[in-house]
């Protein structure tokens, strides 16, 4: 199994002179580099982190990992940042955003649950938050910011299964330059392939778009 990490964009909502995932939490990480010793402590080896937004400031805090670089960062969205990373991948992945933290224990789940996966929580949905509905047995139905009576938010934390991965690849070819990854995932829906619902509601996991984010986050994760 590999792992892509997404953190090309130039986070303007957070306000930082620099790529957001660099941001340092009161226990020294940064978010990347958290994210990073985690899916290596639970075996992932192999990371590859989709660049753009001052790339080399990334590149020089973390050597020894893979880079994929987005020219076009500026003007697309994470649909477009994902297919350039899974572009010459045939492996199961995890894939997630670069500015979600999260337990450890919740890549373990993702590893865990077979075939494709989304990790999602119950919490109430603002404007902003990717929601989700599922079926009866817990599999997506949709997965977009417009849900109607969502059932909670997608955290940015995901898998696709080897078998999956071309047609996905293609679906994310589908997406409009401004699209963010779950419409690829709607998309390989709407031909009848499954995504697995993976309730994390019970661990701590927050995705950091604004400033408010970035002080719950910092309380959440003051202690590791």
Known sequence: MRAVILAAGVGSRLGK?????????????????RQIRILREQGIKEIIIVVGFKKEF???????????????????????SLLHALEDLEDDVIWLNGDVIFDDVIINRVIQCPGNVVAVNSAHC?????????????????????VANPQGEAVGIN?????D?????????????KDYFERGIEFLIEQGKQFKAVDISDCRCIEVDFQADWEVAVSLFKED
């Open 126 to 146: 603002g404007e902003e938050e990717v929601k989700y509905r599922t079926d009866q047995n817990g599999y997506l139905v949709e997965i977009s910011k417009q």
């Open 58 to 80: 990334v590149m020089e805090y973390f050597p020894n990992v893979f880079y994929s670089y987005n020219p076009l960062f500026y003007i697309t969205n994470t649909s477009k």
């Open 165 to 177: 991965i071309n047609a996905f690849k293609e679906c994310l070819r589908k997406c409009e330059d």
């Open 17 to 33: 002179p620099f790529p957001k995932s660099l941001s340092q939490l009161p226990t020294g990480e940064s978010i990347l580099g």
């Open 159 to 163: 898998k696709i299964s080897v078998q």
